[in-house]
């Protein structure tokens, strides 16, 4: 088949077939006597399957290592990974789709209903009344919960739930209300040190290891984090992480 018959089979325009043949991502079919490249279905398995890495979110490096791991393999087995990357983009889709419809059939729908069922369901368990802090710190519990896989979802959740327990929710609010109080604060007030020192003691052990945990992602979080705060309130976290990690 000719180039345009291939990109048609595939969903791809003509330049983007040139583009991988550039990239080296689909190598170069035979061409016949008049010059024209003629691709087989091999090529057009390959071609499938960069599309389809390319929509799961791979960039063309990675690609290029998967389609490196394929040489000298038969098709059937090409065949067979390619089915298994539309099944489980297939999967996703139906989970999202579910969960789309358990959203939309709910009367009381909100944003917090956007968040994961496991964190949802803290969330209804974890009032802030009307503490301006309190509202913070729902909207970057749903960005995190936002930005983490369904494993990660669940553990985070888990993390939280002893912040439910009676005894922990009137200690959480009356902390709320001392984090309010700091709000047009100088970050020098004594006031700091003493409720960094009071939150510490507030936090779950799992918590406590996930915001002392060491990397990237970790430090650029809780950058995020302090940027949306008080000068006041960003250095009773800033301290509050100096308390954790001299734990033993």
């Given amino acids: 088949m000719r180039i345009g ?57 990675e690609i290029r290592d998967v389609l490196a791991d394929d040489q000298g393999r038969e098709l059937r087995e090409v065949l067979l990974d390619l089915d298994a990357d539309l099944a489980r983009q297939q999967a996703a889709i139906a989970a999202r789709r579910d969960r789309l419809a358990t959203l939309l059939a709910r009367p009381d729908l909100n944003p917090d209903s956007t968040v994961s069922p496991d964190l949802a369901a803290v969330l209804r368990d974890l009032p802030t009344g009307d503490s301006p802090f309190g509202a913070l710190d729902r909207e970057l519990l749903a960005l995190v919960d936002t930005g983490a896989d369904e494993a990660a979802r669940a553990g985070f959740a888990d993390l939280l739930r002893p912040l439910t327990e009676p005894g922990a929710l009137s200690r959480g609010q009356a902390l709320y209300a001392r984090l309010d109080d700091l709000a047009a604060a100088d970050p020098a007030d004594p006031r700091v040190a003493a409720l960094a020192t009071d939150l510490a003691a507030h936090l779950p052990e799992g918590m406590a290891a996930a915001m002392t945990a060491t990397g990237p992602g970790t430090d650029r979080w809780m950058q995020t984090m302090t940027q949306e705060m008080s000068p006041a309130q960003a250095e009773v976290f800033r301290r509050l992480l100096l308390v954790l990690r001299e734990r033993p």
């Fill in 5 to 61: 018959e291939l990109a048609a089979l595939v969903g791809v325009s003509t330049r983007t077939v040139r583009h991988y043949h550039h990239l080296g991502l689909l190598p170069e079919p035979e061409r016949l006597v008049n010059g024209y490249r003629e691709y087989r279905l091999r090529d057009a398995v390959v071609l499938a399957r960069v599309r389809r890495l390319a929509e799961l979110g791979l960039s063309l490096d």
